[in-house]
């Protein structure tokens, strides 16, 4: 047994979490007082009518944004800060608990109009936010953040920020973490007020002409939405947030103009949105996190992966959600072995891949903790090192039989904790000490900790191939130790021991499923969708 | 352009098991006249068992595969008695596979019927479907066979049984595939097929007035 039993936690404790949660919570909607020297802070409320299920509904849209209180020409404009927080009223609220959605996630899409001298140019504000609970009652505020693209303009002159189209992806949970069905809701808005009666909610002097100095111009105290605008703004397309430079007054960017905005690539690998579930399009497939192979070459190949991973420690199983894979798929070669046998090796790499990070998507996970405490903890898989799938097929004629080894070092990463509704702050460097290990066959080979997953194939004289098939996907199984937890705890709290105490141990039993890959340069029908993310999204098996 | 047939056996005899199969009788004429019936024939053609091809003992099975085309009456040896327009493998929802993944064949159409031999007293014609052009994709590995597979035609059953020799196939383009399939591998095609004239079953039989 690793480690000793809980650390006894004070009441008071746990109050302090709970209290540092809410200012956590509120600091957002805190309207912006301050305004730094050379920094320009916007914080707009602006009205909005959202479509929702049970139709439209008035909302608020907040943007939050800090810009340079004035650039030269050509000087690039770098958004920072940026936060969307969407306040959906009640009755927005009843379409999610009609869903019997306990949390929910949101993407936002926004469409910024950026303007200066009669040109206009389009950004997408792209952003992701953390699991939100659905409240029993009033309104669901959704807080996104996200990197942007930067703004890059040769003219002198006022270059205004307007918020148009709002296209908003809300991917709901139930209680036990498991997708609700639908398990997926788009949303979109639109600005509530006529195209006539909006004002920017950012004006940047660019150069040193007589503009005026950059002021956010919608208050909080806006006025309620009026009703849907008769000329609704466009939506923002799915792949403008990764526009090279766009110039205003053309669709493609292509004005000789010499002069006037452009939108750049996002500062970051920032957040993507769904771009497969467009609001406004029939979801043709369950939701699913973007997942686009950047740069790929004739052997790319993406997938997702979800399923159950056991913790044995707590009696539970955790969904680990559907997930991103970026495989490079290696070349086969063949390998005669001494005892005659006949194999074919296909080494491939890959890398989790979530909103440009090696990561799961965050997941959250309900136990009970030493058998009475309920206790969700929100956590991401966290890839340290390489991941590696390895195929060996026996071509054992007319049969072929593979195994097909997935290794990834993954660390596990607590991000939140509440036991019994209270916060327990964790801190922001909460995760296991190393890598998750697993049993591993060829330790000679594959040294250090990490996880080992197999997958198992056949086919057998001339039958179709069942099992895991390396592009096909199917069930991977292992066992995972689950190491002891450092970092945790905040404000001089020191968390490791409670939660290597409930979680880390051995012999915990994890199935995922990967789903058909599609091969990006080659696509097969069926396998992509029209713009190159893997078609099939897979379940989770028991 | 017609060849005698033993030119032709000479040349597969290369390898052993090919010569045995493609053998004619001795005591057999070469088939010069070639009557299909009905003729002309609208002809579809649906598997029976599994389609399997194989290359470098990696096997992609298919369950489901089928086919339409054309047969119509013709002189000469080998004769062009039929061919097939269109031809599909595996279906939706039932995707031909390998342990490496499911396999996409795309075929380039069309191939021929090709009739080289006819036992009257079984009723079959022995010969093979010529002109095979097909891009076939797993996964990131994508490469093209093309060449000729031989099989059988029996009157009393209408089934095509193909069951190609080696050699007679060959990759001629390959990416992503490495040493599993590299150009010029030759793999093999092995499956039965139903021919159907509406819902008569069409017959080949040769002759040699």
């Known amino acids: 047994m690793r480690g000793p039993g809980p650390t006894p936690r004070s009441s008071r404790a746990r109050v302090r979490g709970a209290t540092i949660a809410a200012f956590v919570a509120l600091a957002p909607l805190l309207p912006a007082a301050a305004v730094a020297v050379g920094t320009l802070k916007v914080d707009a409320a602006l009205p909005y009518v959202c479509t929702l299920p049970s139709g439209p509904q008035p909302a608020t849209v907040r943007i939050a944004a800090a810009f340079p209180e004035r650039v030269a020409p050509g000087e690039e404009i770098r958004p920072a800060d940026v936060t969307t927080t969407v306040e959906l009223p009640a009755a927005a609220v009843a379409d999610l608990t009609a869903l019997k959605a306990a949390t929910v996630r949101a993407e936002s899409r926004l469409a910024v109009g950026v303007a200066q001298n009669e040109q206009r140019a389009e950004a997408t504000w792209s952003g992701t936010a953390q699991p939100v609970d659905v409240p029993a009652d009033g309104p669901l505020v959704l807080t996104t953040t996200g990197d942007v693209p930067t703004l890059t303009t040769d003219a002198a002159g006022d270059l205004t920020l307007s918020a148009e189209g709002l296209a908003l992806d809300l991917a709901p949970s139930a209680a036990e973490a498991t997708p609700t069905v639908p398990a997926s809701l788009s949303v979109s808005c639109v600005p509530g007020q006529a195209p006539e009666n909006r004002t920017p909610f950012a004006t940047i002097p660019v150069g040193a002409g007589t503009g005026e100095p950059g002021t956010p111009p919608a208050s909080p105290s806006a006025p309620s939405a009026p009703p849907p605008s008769s000329a609704p703004s466009s939506l923002p397309s799915s792949s403008a947030g990764r526009a090279v430079p766009v110039r205003p007054g053309t669709a493609d960017g292509r004005d000789h103009a010499p002069k006037g905005p452009r939108i750049g690539r996002q500062v970051d690998k920032g957040p993507k949105a769904a771009d497969e579930n467009t609001p406004g399009t029939p979801a043709a497939r369950p939701a699913a996190p973007p997942c686009v192979t950047e740069n790929p070459t004739s052997h790319s190949l993406s997938a997702y992966i979800t399923g159950y991973s056991n913790v044995r420690k707590l009696n539970g199983a955790n969904v680990i959600p559907v997930s991103c894979v970026l495989i490079e798929q290696g070349d086969p070669v063949f390998d005669p072995r001494p005892d005659g046998s006949f194999h074919l090796l296909t080494p491939s790499t890959g890398n989790l891949s979530y909103q440009g990070r090696k990561q799961t998507p965050p997941f959250k996970a309900t136990f009970l903790t030493f058998g009475f405490a309920p206790a969700t903890a929100t956590m991401v898989l966290e890839q340290t090192g390489p991941l590696t799938v390895d195929s060996d097929v026996l071509l054992a004629f007319p049969d072929n039989l593979s195994d097909t080894y997935v290794r990834a070092r993954l660390v596990l990463r607590v991000l939140d904790v509440r036991i019994n509704g209270t916060r327990l702050d964790v801190g922001p460097s909460c995760r296991t000490e190393k890598s998750l290990t697993s049993p591993e066959p060829d330790p000679a080979k594959y040294p250090g900790d990490h996880l080992v997953l197999l997958g198992k194939g056949q086919l057998i004289n001339g039958t179709d191939a069942t099992g895991y098939l390396l592009t096909g996907g199917g069930p991977l199984t292992g066992e995972v130790t689950i190491p002891a937890f450092k970092g945790c705890g905040a404000g001089g709290e020191n968390l490791d021991r409670l939660l290597t105490a409930s979680i880390s141990g051995p012999g915990n039993y994890i199935k995922q499923i990967q789903g058909q890959t599609c091969a990006v340069e080659v696509p097969t029908e069926g396998q992509c969708t029209e713009d190159l993310q893997p078609y099939v999204v897979p379940k989770p098996e028991r | ?209």
């Open chain 2, 1 to 209: 352009m017609k060849k005698p047939i033993r030119n032709l056996a000479v040349v597969a005899g290369a390898a052993s098991a090919a010569f045995a199969l493609t053998m004619s009788p001795a005591s057999a004429v070469a088939s010069t006249v070639w009557t299909v019936s009905p003729s002309p024939a609208s002809i579809t053609a649906v598997n029976s068992g599994n389609i399997v091809l194989s290359v470098n003992g990696i096997a992609m099975t298919c369950t489901k595969s089928n086919g339409a085309g054309t047969g119509q009456s013709t002189t000469g040896n080998p004769a062009t008695v039929g061919n097939i327009t269109s031809i599909a493998f595996g279906a939706s929802g039932a995707p031909c596979t390998s342990v490496l993944g499911p396999v996409t064949t795309v075929a380039t159409t069309p191939w021929t019927i090709v009739a080289q031999d006819y036992t009257a007293a079984t009723g079959v014609t022995k010969g093979y479907v010529g002109n095979v052009d097909a891009k076939v994709t797993v996964g990131a590995c994508v490469f093209r066979v093309t060449g000729k597979a031989s099989g059988t035609y029996t009157n009393s059953t209408g089934a095509l049984a193909v069951n190609s020799l080696a050699g007679e196939l060959t990759v001629v383009s390959s990416t992503g595939c490495g040493s599993a399939v590299p150009v010029g591998a030759k793999p093999t095609f092995k499956g039965t097929y139903l021919f159907k004239a509406g819902t008569a079953i069409p017959t080949i039989v040769g002759s040699n007035p």
